[in-house]
């Protein structure tokens, strides 16, 4: 059963590099045929794409953070991982790790999530 | 990027009745050369993830109820629960994955 876990701190001080982790279990990263991808939460925001990465190191992002957003994959650990630099008040979310629905494909509906997440700035 | 607007942001439904929602793009999210919608409706209820229920505007998820199914095309999407359970009781979303970014509606509550 695939399985999702996030992982990180829970409060981020302003300015800093907000850094999670997203550990699979249940299905093997290696040469994957799906992509996997990080999406937030916030009741102001809704939910917000972040960011996809395939097994290769292939990435995407999202126009509106892309200049602030890092989506990194270590197959040999069987995670992906998510870095948010420059933080405010305004990436206070919850953080959901999750899988792309349609093999090979980056872009899709997203099938697995998991739990999430909060993450909060704040000094 | 193209926009969701889901209607109404709740509503309260009797066990056993209807639920209609709505969902509406500001573009068509049907790819006429494979004849899909690229559109997913996805259920949350408090504390947990969204849960995904039903994939290319029709094609329900494996578990998913029967009573949950998913209509529409191009730009106008429903979501039914044809007779409402208390399990129901949740946020709905619809989201594209028609173009890069994916985006999601506001969200639509259920409620008994």
């Known amino acids: 059963q695939l399985q999702l876990q996030e992982s990180g701190p829970g409060l981020v001080k302003p300015s800093e590099t907000l850094s999670l982790t997203c550990t699979v279990s249940?299905?093997?990263?290696?040469?994957?045929?799906?992509?996997w991808g990080w999406i937030r939460q916030s009741p102001g925001r809704g939910l917000e794409w972040i960011a996809t990465v395939y097994y290769s190191g292939s990435t995407f992002y999202n126009p509106s953070l892309k200049s602030r957003v890092t989506i990194s994959i270590d197959t040999s650990k069987n995670q992906f991982s998510l870095k948010l630099s420059s933080v405010t008040a305004a990436d206070t979310a919850v953080y959901y790790c999750a899988r792309i629905g349609s093999p090979l494909v980056p872009n899709s509906h997203f099938d697995y999530w998991g739990q999430g997440t909060l993450v909060t700035v704040s000094s | 990027d193209i926009v969701m607007t889901q209607s109404p942001d709740s509503l309260a439904v009797s066990l056993g009745e209807r639920a209609t929602i709505n969902c509406k793009s500001s573009?068509?999210?049907?790819?006429?050369?494979?004849?899909?919608?690229?559109l997913a409706w996805y259920q949350q209820k408090p504390g947990q993830p969204p849960k995904l229920l039903i994939s290319?505007?029709?094609t329900r998820e494996s578990g998913v109820p029967d009573r949950f199914s998913g209509s529409g095309s191009g730009t106008d999407f429903t979501l039914t629960i044809s007779s409402l359970q208390a399990e129901d009781v949740a946020v709905y979303y619809c989201?594209?994955?028609?173009?890069?970014?994916?985006?999601f509606g506001g969200g639509t509550r259920v409620e008994i």
């Open positions: 290319w505007a029709s």
């Open positions: 989201q594209q994955y028609y173009t890069t970014p994916p985006t």
């Open positions: 249940g299905y093997s990263l290696p040469n994957s045929i799906y992509y």
């Open positions: 573009q068509t999210v049907l790819y006429s050369a494979k004849n899909k919608n690229y």
